[in-house]
């Protein structure tokens, strides 16, 4: 019996050996959901070896038992993977936009970039302003660069062109990293950081979009009241029946704060309290796990908003409808006459910037070629072009 008993200590040392790399790995890799699955396969090997070198399984009976209960392991340990699983196989629409496809002056490929039919009246050689802004806006201002700044390459993350989230850009502005941003205006913390820092934002608007809520395709409701609307995101209004939908509870997602799309919900609530974001508990490497505001997941019971233009032009998403909001539809024409009740401004800002040409590249951008420029991006201008 010595041997067999040394055979199982060490087959058990070695196990917890590589079962510590595996761990590791999947640890490093985000991969928790998995643990459990992986910690209960290998217990199960090294028991079912075991009971073989002691001749457990001697009889029929005990082998049925040891596979419903290995079976019964496993299939308890494999639940939330094949809820991760699941989830990760909604659609969302916060998908990765290749913002390569945008990117000025690009050669031998495919670019989505707008042009001006004609020479720009404004040309800039050098001490050019540094840009940053919101995603949904580089299309716009990759082409004013396009057309105003000198050839070369500008590339998105790391030039004087770059392109980041819209809480990220008021944090360059703010520390001087760049000259200007594009976005939506400043959320209440972002002026108040502002402030704290002595600084004077200027924002002059150069365009209106539409701040639009979406749901599920498949989703009977087409309209929505604002005060509807209010009362979702207040909590007050919880399930989709009472507002002429299925018997279905409302997922309403939120976006992270001081984004431009939340800033435009904490202006759309006013005074009202907005009720907590759902959560969500993200993998990251080294095993880490932060809880951070869930991203939209296009399940048949959701809500969310954004922008119209980031929604229709830049991911495309098919499997999502723009809602109306008190009967009006979101489009270019209904922003132009301001019969969607929630269409707005976007900014370019500055924050005391002494570059020579921040001014000029700013009026261009308000001159009739620069509003024409705004509309073939695919916006509304603010001024007639």
């Not at 040392?13 to 985000?30: D, E, K, R, S, V």
């Not at 939120?254 to 759309?268: F, V, Y």
């Not at 932060?290 to 233009?309: D, P």
């Amino acid at each position: 019996m010595i041997a067999p008993i040394a055979f199982a200590v060490l087959l058990l040392i070695a196990l917890l050996f590589f079962t510590g790399i595996g761990l590791l790995y999947l640890l490093f890799m985000g991969l928790i959901h998995y643990i459990p699955l992986a910690l209960s396969a290998i217990i199960i090997l090294y028991v079912w070896i075991v009971m073989m070198i002691f001749h457990f399984f001697s009889t029929r009976q005990r082998k049925r038992l040891f596979g419903i209960i290995a079976g019964g392991v496993l299939l308890g340990a494999a639940v939330w993977p094949i809820m991760q699983i699941y989830k990760d196989s909604i659609s969302t629409v916060d998908a990765e936009v290749e913002v390569r496809d945008y990117e000025p002056f690009t050669i031998g490929q495919e670019s989505k970039l707008a042009v001006l039919d004609e020479a720009a009246t404004l040309e800039l050689k050098d001490d050019l302003p540094r840009i940053d802004g919101a995603t949904a806006l580089y299309p716009l201002y990759a082409a004013f660069v396009q057309a105003v700044y000198p050839s070369k390459e500008y590339n998105p993350y790391d030039s004087e062109v770059m392109v980041n989230t819209t809480p990220i850009a008021y944090e360059n502005l703010f520390s001087g990293e760049v000259d200007i941003i594009f976005a939506a205006g400043p959320s209440d913390a972002q002026m108040k950081v502002a402030e704290q820092l002595g600084l004077e934002l200027k924002l002059t608007p150069i365009g209106r979009e539409a701040f639009v809520f979406f749901v599920n395709q498949k989703n009977p409701v087409d309209n929505l009241e604002l005060k509807q609307i209010q009362d979702i995101y207040a909590g007050k209004i919880t399930n989709w029946e009472e507002v002429g939908g299925k018997n279905e509870s409302i997922r309403a997602f939120q976006r992270p704060a001081d984004s431009g799309s939340q800033t435009g919900l904490e202006r759309l609530m006013g005074d009202i309290p907005i009720m907590d974001a759902p959560k969500e508990n993200v993998p990251e490497g080294m095993g880490g796990i932060i809880s951070e505001v869930s991203k939209y997941r296009n399940y048949k019971n959701a809500i969310g908003y954004t922008f119209r233009y980031y929604s229709t032009e830049m991911v495309g998403n098919d499997e999502i409808k723009l809602l109306a909001i008190d009967g009006v539809k979101p489009t270019k024409e209904t922003i132009r006459t301001d019969d969607y009740p929630i269409a707005s401004e976007f900014y370019v800002i500055t924050a005391g910037t002494d570059n020579p040409n921040t001014e000029k590249f700013i009026e261009w951008m308000v001159s009739p070629q620069g509003q024409k420029l705004v509309e073939k991006v695919g916006y509304v201008p603010v001024k007639k072009p």
